[in-house]
């Protein structure tokens, strides 16, 4: 038995011929979105804060196969698009507080701070599948075994998306919904979009201590968060599978788990400045 397909020369038209090269401006990409923010801006009450959302789809045609019927159906995706984005800002003049205690002490630790803060909420961007094979039998198999020209990817059987409340470091879709292509040219039916990798939300808090010094002297303070809260923010899920090419099994352990790759952890930056 070959697990090779037919050999590219066979499919051609002008058999015994190489590869013909076609160049063609076919690819484009576009971008929707419906962007909404509402604002306050600072008042008596020493408070600002602005609160914008997009709602966003960006689609890309960058990828020509030419072994297939509708190619805008095959490669015509949302990869690399991040559907949410909520970002929350926000700046508080704090009340001195010597205004009811008023001595030295109180107006020295008390009075002239402003917090201020950025929150940031954002879901993950849509992503694709690879995959590869292990125990392949003597033939002449090579990669994957896609003929010339054809991007072959896994088949899609079922939506591998899962509910937020059910997703964890081990398990972040379902892994049973990928299989290997099916077709006799292995091209598969993966989009490349499929899945919605993990999002994260962020808060970087400001705090500022202003001491008059006379005139236009002052000494400023900073205490600047980054990541505050410390909190986990995944960037990478296992997304290529390993199948048994006899039983056509997933043999990868680490397929639909988190790889450990996130952005930075909390950062405590601190400062002072005097303007004169």
Sequence with gaps: MSAQPLADDLLR??????????RAFSGYSDYHALQTSVNRRRTADGLSFGVSYTYARSHNLGAI???????????YNMNGSRPHNLVINYSYEVPNLSQKWDNVFVKALADNWQISGITSVLSGT??????????????TLSG????????????????PNISRGDRSFDKQFDTSCI?????ANRLGNAVGDEYQGPGYMNWDFSF???????GNRRLQFR????NAFDTDQWTATDTSAIFNYVTGAQTDGNFGKLTGATLSARRIQLGARFTF
């Design 13 to 22: 038209p002008y058999q015994g011929y190489g590869s013909i090269q076609q």
């Design 65 to 75: 196969d030419p072994f297939v019927s509708d190619n805008r159906a095959r490669n």
């Design 126 to 139: 849509k992503q694709g599948f690879s995959y590869g094979y292990t125990n392949v039998p003597t033939g």
């Design 144 to 159: 994957t075994g896609a003929i010339n020209g054809g991007a072959s990817r896994p088949d899609i059987v079922c939506d």
């Design 179 to 183: 299989g290997p292509p099916s077709d």
């Design 208 to 214: 500022f201590k202003v001491v008059p010094m006379g």
């Design 223 to 226: 205490i600047e968060l980054y």
